[in-house]
Structure formats: structure tokens, C-alpha cells
């Protein structure tokens, strides 16, 4: 009798598991930040003239990126900080980098950008950014070449995601990965 239910017990925790499991999977339901035009090789971000650029912290749980559509800043940032030339320097360096990416068959499948960067010229938006330090990808207002072609370059690789991170703390910023 005990081990009928021990039997029985086993059988509601994997069954509660699985429940769990589908329900975290299925929130990721942008599962690719990219559209089939994003799919050519593209530039060198951000591949545009700017005079300055800004970090955010934003936590974005709809996959939304830091600029929308109509050019507007998200409204979930909850911190920004002015980047000095030096930040902007290492992050370009790290984005541009194609050691920064490996293949998407190694790459978790969500999308909440939290870590945002936008490139300006005056007040206007020049290019920008957002990084799921999550799962490790990005949209971004360019496709960058860095990231090579559809089967490579999909997500972050290892060091890359380090070295992001380690720029996302540095701007003081939480949920840096």
C-alpha cells in the first residue's frame, strides 16, 4: 500500500513539473528577435553618425525593444546613464566582435531585454540596441555583421555575454546576467 502511493505521489510531482515547465516555455513566445529581412549580412553597429549614447535598464517582460516602432523610448526603464567615450568604446567593441556569438543551436530560447543602449544625434534617435542577458539576443535597429550569416551569430557566446554584463554592472544597472 505505501508503495502504491509513493508510486501514486511521484506521478502528481511529475505531472505538476511538466505543468510548470510548459507554462515558463510558453512565455517565451518570441522566440527569435529577427524577421526574414534581418537575415542578410549587415554593418558594423551602429553604423550611423552620433554625437553620444545611453544606456538604460529597462525590463521589458513582452520582448519589446528599448525604441519602438514609432521611435519612442520604452516605458518600463527604470535607469540611464550617459555613456562615457571609453564605455562606448568597449561596447562597440564587444558588439562588433564576431567571438561575441556562436551558433543558435546552443542558445536559450527567450526574449525580456533588460539592457538597452541608444545611440543619439542631437535629440534624435541615431541607432540602438536591446540585450536579453537572459538568453543572450539582441535586436538591434541593424542587422550586425559581426553575428554572420543565419546559421551562425544568433545568440551570445559565453565570453561575449561576460563581457556585457560586466559593462551592464559597470553603468550600475541590475539584472545584468
Known sequence: MLLKKLAYN????LLFLMAISSTFFSACDNLNPYTEEDLELGGIFPDADYDRAVAYHFEDLNGRPIIDEEGQLNATVKKEKEMT???TRDFLQVIN???TYM???SCAQCYFPRFGVVFYRGTAVAAHISICLQ???QKSSIRIGAQGGLEN???YSGPGLQALSKLCKKMGFGQCG
Open 97 to 99: 566582435n564576431s567571438e
Open 85 to 87: 567615450e571609453e564605455e
Open 153 to 155: 551569430g544568433r545568440c
Open 10 to 13: 511521484k506521478q502528481l510531482v
Open 135 to 137: 538568453c543572450g539576443h
Open 103 to 105: 551558433t543558435s543551436k
